[in-house]
């Protein structure tokens, strides 16, 4: 288990972290998530020592990193596959490591079998691709047989079938009840992999909870419907009947209809009662991608200028000050009632670092 309670860290004016408190528990797959900056970096050094807290804890199994007997029998972690000699072959480095945390040699060929490098074991590591660069880091990660692992971006390189395979071990580590935390950009991925979700912007807490539970109360189902082109007197009918019945309608680009609040079968039906021939009518399932980018567009402090998109001109943003869509208000740093969230730093003279 890893436990933060009050977590913060400062570089002199800078704020990376500020008062971050959650709790992982075992036997599940934990997506950390975040915009580039958010102190995600951070906050997992933070957790393996690399990095002390200006203020706040945080614990793994009970003890500061520091103070665990053996970390790598208790903790295992990538962080940089890049992290290793690159003279030496994949199995002269896990050698190296395992001698360093008294653990057996004929783990490390255990551990290569496990991410399918025993073909290249005695291959200089400098040679490797980015893939095999991370199956490395991750057999690292492994050799200690840990019960608490840490990965940042561990797909990162890797193809498909790496990346399944990255899936089915995350999973079956969790499975085993180890406590598995994972940070990642890719979202479908996340959406596939995690039980549950920690979500940080700025430093600061955002969401802590199941992923069905995040992805419901950020986004919403919608049916897709569309009415013959041209048929002006069908669409307005259909859509003044849709408004009676309590859905919500949003006109999309393309001449479709987002309807909310009503399912398939009523729409469909409201559609014959006011004789509006339909040419499409399909379900939209929320994502976590939908779910994540609502939650985190007042966070994100580095987007496209205004006209130098190719798709035209950008979406209109809220005006300098107005809460973004979600229910997301930091905590304020006083102690305050938070106000609502806007796009600019929470903690004062707050920047930006991993």
């Given amino acids: 288990m890893i436990e933060a309670v009050g977590l913060t860290k400062s570089y002199g004016s800078k704020t990376a972290v500020y008062n971050l408190s959650f709790r992982l528990q ?10 580039n900056g958010a102190g995600k970096s951070t906050t997992m050094r933070m957790i393996l020592g690399l990095d002390r807290p200006t203020a706040g804890s945080v614990t793994v199994a009970g003890h500061p990193f520091r103070s665990l007997p053996n970390a790598p029998r208790t903790v295992g972690a990538l962080l940089d596959a ?7 072959s994949a199995r002269a480095h896990l050698t190296c490591l395992a001698r360093l945390a008294g653990i057996p040699d004929r783990r490390v060929d255990e551990v290569l079998a496990m991410v399918g490098l025993q073909s290249v074991a005695d291959k200089r590591s400098k040679g490797f691709s980015l893939g ?4 490395l880091g991750i057999a690292a990660a492994l050799l200690g047989d840990p019960p608490v692992l840490l990965f940042d971006e561990p797909v990162n390189g890797l193809d498909p079938e790496g990346i399944l395979w990255v899936r089915g071990l ?12 994972v940070s990642s950009h890719l979202m479908s991925e996340m959406a596939q992999t995690a039980d549950h979700l ?7 807490l955002m969401a802590d909870q199941p992923v069905r539970e995040f992805i419901a109360h950020n986004a919403s189902d919608f049916a897709r419907v569309r009415v013959a082109d041209g048929l002006d007197r069908e669409r307005e009918a259909l859509t003044g009947a849709l408004r009676a019945a309590g859905a919500q309608i949003v006109a999309e680009q393309d001449g479709a209809l987002r309807v909310t609040g009503l399912p398939l079968p009523r729409i469909s039906d409201l559609a014959h009662d006011a004789e509006a021939r339909l040419w499409e009518l399909s ?3 929320a994502s976590l991608e ?4 609502r939650m985190t567009q007042g966070a994100v402090d580095y987007r496209m200028a205004a006209g130098a998109g190719p798709q035209g ?5 809220p005006p300098h000050g107005a809460p973004p869509q979600g229910p997301y208000a930091p905590p304020s740093p006083h102690g305050a009632p938070a106000a609502p969230y806007a796009p600019t730093p929470a903690v004062p003279n707050t920047q930006d670092v991993r």
């Fill in 283 to 285: 379900p939209h399932h």
């Fill in 313 to 317: 001109p950008p979406a209109q943003q």
């Fill in 26 to 35: 075992p036997g599940k797959v934990t997506g950390f998530l975040g915009p």
């Fill in 290 to 293: 939908e779910a994540y980018m």
């Fill in 198 to 204: 920690i979500v940080i912007g700025r430093g600061q």
């Fill in 132 to 135: 095999m660069g991370q199956r």
């Fill in 82 to 88: 890049n992290a290793k000699h690159g003279g030496r």
């Fill in 170 to 181: 995350m999973r079956g580590l969790a499975a085993q009840g180890r406590t598995v935390f």
